[in-house]
């Protein structure tokens, strides 16, 4: 009933988009990144589910997986094999980590973010639910799936 309701929407531009901030160095302070190309970066997330927590986010702004096309299907790839190569790194079995999107208007932070989470034993039944694939979280095989089928 109050606060963000309230808001313009015209204020929620991408000038201040505060994951634009993180990809592209700019403001502080800035989390870590783990991982940093020229077309994503990946940081943990700032409230993790389970120990391993991180986020893939591209330097360029979406709103959200529903602004990708056909076109997007290899930044996907390359922002989830960084994610695969990140868990491995950290000695995770990618394999059994839960990697995927949040589909609006189930999302938190209106950047386009893949998340990358190890061990689903140790979530909560609320993330469970939050993380599970569903019409709200698609992994990233669905969503390369959905990808193939939206023209330019
Ligand atoms: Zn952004
Ligand atoms: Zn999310």
């Given amino acids: ?17 505060l994951f ?3 990809a592209n160095g700019k403001q502080g302070p800035p ?7 020229d077309e994503y970066v990946i940081f943990k997330d700032k409230s993790p589910a389970a120990t391993y927590h991180y986020l893939a986010i591209p ?10 096309n056909k076109s997007h299907i290899g930044l996907v790839l390359r922002m989830e094999s960084g994610m695969v190569e990140l868990l491995k790194s950290k000695n995770v079995d990618p394999s059994k980590a ?8 189930f999302i ?10 190890y061990p689903p034993s140790e979530m ?11 019409f709200w979280f698609k992994t990233a095989r669905d969503a390369n799936e959905a990808l193939e089928l939206r023209e330019l």
Avoid: Y
Wanted: charged share 10%.
């Fill in 59 to 68: 330097k360029q702004h979406f709103d959200s997986f529903n602004a990708l």
């Fill in 1 to 17: 009933m109050h606060g963000e309701n309230f808001l313009p929407t015209t204020s929620a531009s991408q000038q201040e988009c």
């Fill in 31 to 37: 989390p870590v990144l783990e991982v940093q190309t």
């Fill in 108 to 117: 938190s932070v209106k950047h386009l973010h893949l998340h990358g989470i």
């Fill in 98 to 105: 839960i990697i995927g999107f949040h589909i609006p208007p």
């Fill in 20 to 22: 634009c901030d993180f």
């Fill in 124 to 134: 909560s039944i609320w993330n469970r639910i939050n993380f599970m694939s569903s």
